[in-house]
């Protein structure tokens, strides 16, 4: 998720997480959601940002593996390019922080 100013350089939304590493707003597909209509409902449900504009040209899969205790979880992450003119972030539960930043911070 991305903002900015007029004749800004852009900045990125990250989360700051319970667990303790940052992050972007992500989630779940929930049942009858494509990738766009889940990644507009987790931005919405994290953030509170309701404006969110996806830009053509960018669309990431990455699939990576961790362990959770004994438990191999397999992970397939969606990445968009968004654009919101948005400033105010409205944290959820799941998050003890905000930042934006740009990308060579």
């Known amino acids: 998720m991305g903002r900015r100013e007029d004749n800004a350089e852009p900045e990125y939304l990250l ?10 707003p992500k989630g779940n597909i929930e049942s009858g959601e494509n990738e766009k209509q889940a ?13 969110v504009e996806f830009l053509d040209g960018f669309h990431m899969k ?10 191999l979880v397999q992970k397939e992450v969606v990445l968009f390019l968004a654009r919101t003119r948005t400033h105010q972030v409205t944290l959820s539960h799941e998050h003890i922080g905000f930042a934006w ?5």
Do not use: M, V
């Open 39 to 51: 990644a507009t409902r987790e931005i919405r449900e994290e953030t509170g940002i309701t404006d």
């Open 62 to 71: 990455i699939e990576y593996k961790y362990r959770h205790g004994k438990r």
């Open 15 to 24: 989360l700051h997480y319970t667990t303790g590493h940052w992050d972007f």
């Open 101 to 105: 930043r740009k990308f060579d911070d």
